[in-house]
């Protein structure tokens, strides 16, 4: 039987993601001996901060090893709701609210519970690897909105009044943003609701999963606006600003009828997430905010840091992330050069060049549906980063 024959279409037609291939590329290259340096997951390389392991910890000792409720233990519902009204300014109800295993799995949720074929999901471009196969395995179909590095790579709401059509079901973006570190302000977050206010039958998606490392500024919600609220979906996380990606939780927070159908949608998938690390995470979200401050800071200096170091590349076109842990240089003027007799032709070529030469771990643009850049990871230790940027400055100036 051929694999064609043995897997489902779905499945064939899902692409794999690009930043999880490019880890995997990695190890196995250093596998072999290399000393490969991968700035291409999207993971601080911090450990988790000991108050929520200790928390874990006692939550073990106190007996919660049982299954939990599908939308999350009541004790954490609610310390979400209490962590969205002090730092959000937003009134959620635990009944507004699905924890799930992880922010993806919530977009999961979502696109599952929410699109019908045929249905329309406007999505900010670039954008995290996942969104588009994730509309595309409900049956929906994404319809994408460029913004490239002139604009610091933000789209304009003429672009999305433009592109709302009657089959539009949700606007889904990230802010800030994966891959670009693009921070979305209140007035620029007030003119996008704005625009699709009107429109009753499109709800916004917001990913706030890096809300914690902002760097000028405060993080700013849509959902606060009181034309769009009711109709927007706030997704968020432990993973990036808690340093807690393997424990795997995230959540939402949104309109009772759709946590209830999401709920439904996870009841049948994966039930509810683990039961001491939802304790954990209810101590995490009502600790001081603070608690991420550090973390913050030091991505701050590792920003500018790698900044500068690319501002030495001639040739890359940069614009300065205000959040996240990534930069997104524009690489477009090196296409149709060479490296050791290869032409590179787009940034596919290019991330892969640069892993098997200089062995050095990027994600293509391509994957962000940004074709002309690179993703860049400063979430690595200043030795790692000192060495990337030396080898990524070697590699293009033996361009020709």
């Not at 959620?92 to 993806?104: L, W, Y």
């Not at 990913?207 to 009181?226: K, L, P, R, T």
């Not at 927070?253 to 690390?277: D, L, M, R």
Request: proline share 4%; aromatic share 8%; net charge negative.
């Amino acid at each position: 039987m051929s694999h064609e024959s043995l897997l489902s279409q779905t499945v064939l037609n899902l692409k794999e993601s690009a930043t999880l291939k490019m880890s995997q590329m990695a190890r196995e290259l250093k596998a072999k001996g290399h000393d490969v340096i991968s700035l291409s997951i999207g993971e601080p390389d911090f450990d988790t901060p000991s108050f929520i392991n200790d928390a874990a910890k006692q939550a073990l000792d106190d007996g919660y090893t049982h299954y939990t409720p599908v939308p999350g233990l009541l004790e954490l519902r609610e310390a979400i709701c209490t962590k969205l009204k002090r730092d959000n300014n937003l009134s959620f109800e635990p009944k507004n609210i699905v924890v799930s295993n992880g922010a993806k799995q919530t977009i999961y949720n979502l696109c599952q519970a929410l699109l019908n074929p045929g249905d329309e999901v406007i999505i900010f471009t670039p954008y995290w690897v996942s969104y588009i196969e994730i509309v595309k395995l409900a049956g929906g179909v994404p319809i994408c909105l460029n913004a490239g590095v002139e604009r610091d790579y933000k789209v304009n709401p003429q672009d999305v009044a433009a592109a709302i059509t009657n089959k539009t079901k949700f606007v889904l973006y990230s802010s800030p943003s994966n891959p670009t570190g693009s921070v979305y302000t209140k007035k620029e977050l007030e003119a996008l609701a704005n625009v699709i206010a009107p429109h009753e039958h499109v709800h916004v998606v917001s990913d706030e999963i890096y809300e914690h490392i902002v760097f000028d500024g405060v993080h700013e919600s849509i959902a606060q606006f009181e034309n769009i609220r009711p109709r927007t979906i706030v997704v968020n996380g432990m993973s990036k600003g808690f340093a807690m990606t393997g424990w795997r939780l995230g959540y939402m927070a949104a309109p009772e009828v759709v946590a209830k159908a999401c709920t439904k949608i996870q009841g049948q998938v994966t039930s509810g997430a683990s039961a001491f690390g939802q304790k954990a995470a209810s101590i995490a979200l009502l600790a001081d905010p603070k608690v991420t401050q550090d973390m913050m800071r030091t991505f701050l200096g590792r920003r500018e840091y790698v900044l500068g170091q690319l501002r030495e590349i001639e040739g890359l076109k940069l614009s300065i992330p205000e959040g996240a842990f990534y930069i997104f240089p524009d690489c477009s003027d090196f296409f149709g050069k060479s490296y050791n007799g290869q032409v590179i032709n787009d940034s596919n070529d290019l991330a892969a060049s640069i892993l098997n030469n200089v062995h050095l771990a990027l994600v293509a643009g391509a994957a962000f549906g940004a074709p002309n850049c690179l993703r860049i990871s400063y979430a690595a230790s200043q030795e790692q980063l000192a060495e990337a940027c030396k080898r990524l400055k070697d590699y293009f100036s033996k361009m020709v």
